[in-house]
């Protein structure tokens, strides 16, 4: 497991998982969860858990199938995902707290926010789209959506998709790579080894499989459907994207403004998808702003 000064790591059994959590920052303070991506686990706030656990007691959970978290069975669906860190937060005794996501972890979040609005004051989410994003017509469209989609479409695939995240770690590296604005200067080898890794464990690997499964066939279909139209997130959020991220793409994030009054978006330069890494003070000054303002309805701090 990565070292990180200042972080301690614990384990708690969670409805029968046992979840792997790192934390930092004092016992005192108020409580911010940050939920990670694929491909990555706890690791992947590394350059965020420093600033922010000067402010916060900051939360870092591997999420279900990830980093030091068990890899059962299961749907992977993100609401199953969700349920879990709702679970922690009662293990924990956490009865409110900040939040914010990445990648998977942002959809996580989004679904934490609407379907328990009293347990999270603020969101941030980052390189994820809103669930309220509006489908472009024409064939154009789609074939665009097809090609960003399409290294998803070989993870999910049944029997190619587990041997291409098990036994071909290039594959990805490559991800990684080609979706950040300077790779190089993003991470070292090391640190994309203590992602890669992972995936070399057959569980983990049929967790992924299952994660853009069930995405691809359950949750796409969902929001392309508008499942989410009559859902209202309540709690003040900013959505950050990269100007180059190659699959969130920042000019096609409108839709929103009836059901996230309060949500806005922020661009952010030079920079993919890889947005705790690729611009960590950014995202830092932003989010600590963003989680200094009143909550929804409070009139008041969190």
Not at 186 to 200: C, I, K, M, Y
């Amino acid at each position: 497991m990565p070292e990180l000064a200042g972080v301690e790591h614990e384990f708690h059994e969670i409805g029968g998982l046992r979840m792997h959590v790192a934390v930092a920052g004092s016992a005192d303070a108020e409580p911010l969860v940050l939920l990670h991506g694929w491909p990555q686990h706890w690791y992947a706030w590394r350059r965020l858990i420093r600033p922010l656990s000067e402010h916060y007691r900051v939360i870092c959970p591997d999420l279900r199938g990830f980093g030091w978290t068990a890899a059962p069975g299961g749907s992977y669906l993100k609401a199953e995902l969700a349920a879990d860190v709702l679970a922690l937060m009662d293990v924990l005794g956490l009865e409110r707290v900040r939040l914010a996501g990445h990648d998977w972890g942002g959809f996580t979040g989004f679904l934490l926010c609407l379907d328990a609005p009293e347990r999270f004051s603020h969101f941030a989410a980052a390189g994820i789209g809103h669930p309220w994003v509006q489908r472009e017509p024409g064939v154009a469209a789609a074939l665009k959506l097809a090609r960003r989609l399409a290294y998803m479409v070989l993870i999910a695939s049944p029997l190619l998709g587990r041997q291409v995240v098990q036994r071909v770690p290039a594959f990805t590296r490559t991800v990684f790579r080609a979706s950040s604005v300077d790779p190089d200067r993003t991470w070292s080898e090391a640190e994309l080894g203590a992602f890669v890794s992972q995936w070399a464990e057959p569980d983990r690997a049929r967790a992924c499989v299952s994660l853009y499964r069930s995405f691809l066939t359950r949750e796409l279909r969902e929001i392309a459907s508008g499942s989410f139209s009559d859902r209202i997130l309540r709690q003040p959020c900013v959505q950050f994207v990269g100007v180059a991220d190659p699959v969130i793409r920042p000019d096609q994030q409108g839709g929103a403004e009836a059901n996230a009054p309060l949500m806005r978006m922020e661009v952010v330069p030079d920079a993919g998808h890889w947005l705790p890494e690729e611009a960590p003070e950014f995202l830092a000054e932003r989010m600590i702003a963003l989680f200094a303002e009143p909550a929804a309805g409070s009139g008041e701090h969190a």
